[in-house]
């Protein structure tokens, strides 16, 4: 009979949990109930094309400034050859074992869209991208993984922060990790774009 009655009690916490609201009060890891959006918010906190971005023509280690925002790219470079799948003149090429980090921190992110491609130069796999974010650039969580197809698509996530040890409040840094392998010969075979990236926080 206890059990029954613990199973009662459980099950009618459970349905108090999900009852919450579509947006964060406080959150605090589903302690509040969070439930992530089921779309993407209008509020967008940064967004690139890369169009206005500065030039970063080599895979070397480096940086590329967008307006007041810096990234930090490793195997990634700003291309714009016909092979590279992009709107607009320009869009990031990355391969393995590479990551293109937004090396400033938002707080308050709902959710990331992007797009991206197997960009279109001969000989070369299409590998895959994961989505990370991070409190301090060590530790990073992939909310999304994907293996680019022929075309550029869009892609979006909207982060469950029930899954995570901070809370909405978190300051968060993204970054896209290319994921691929290597030829007989030691060489990096991916060639990934990524375009018209966003950032977008919770409704006010
Ligand atoms: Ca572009």
């Given at each position: 009979m206890k059990k029954i009655w613990l199973g009662f009690t459980f099950s009618f916490l459970l349905v108090l949990i999900s009852c919450?609201?579509?947006?964060?009060?406080?959150?605090?890891n589903g302690e509040n109930g969070f439930v992530p959006d089921e779309e993407l918010s209008g509020n967008i906190v940064y967004q690139t094309g890369f169009e206005d971005a500065a030039a970063k023509?080599?895979?070397?280690l480096g940086t590329m400034d967008d307006g007041d925002i810096e990234w930090e790219l490793d195997q990634v470079l700003k291309g714009n050859l016909d092979g590279d799948l992009k709107t607009g003149s320009y869009a990031l090429r990355g391969r393995y074992p590479g990551h293109a980090l937004i090396n400033e921190s938002f707080t308050g992110i709902q959710g990331i869209a992007f797009d991206a491609a197997h960009a279109n130069?001969?000989?070369t796999g299409s590998g895959n991208l994961v989505v990370q974010i991070s409190v301090d650039k060590e530790t990073w969580i992939g909310v999304l993984a994907l293996s680019p197809q022929n075309q550029l698509s869009r892609h979006e996530v909207i982060l469950d922060?029930?899954?995570?040890?901070?809370?909405?409040?978190a300051r968060l840094y993204v970054r896209f990790l290319f994921g691929g392998g290597e030829d007989a010969n030691g060489d990096n075979t991916t060639r990934i774009n990524i375009d018209n990236v966003e950032i977008h926080g919770f409704e006010d």
């Open positions: 919450g609201g579509q947006t964060p009060d406080n959150g605090d023509n080599s895979y070397a130069f001969a000989g922060y029930n899954l995570f040890d901070f809370d909405v409040d």
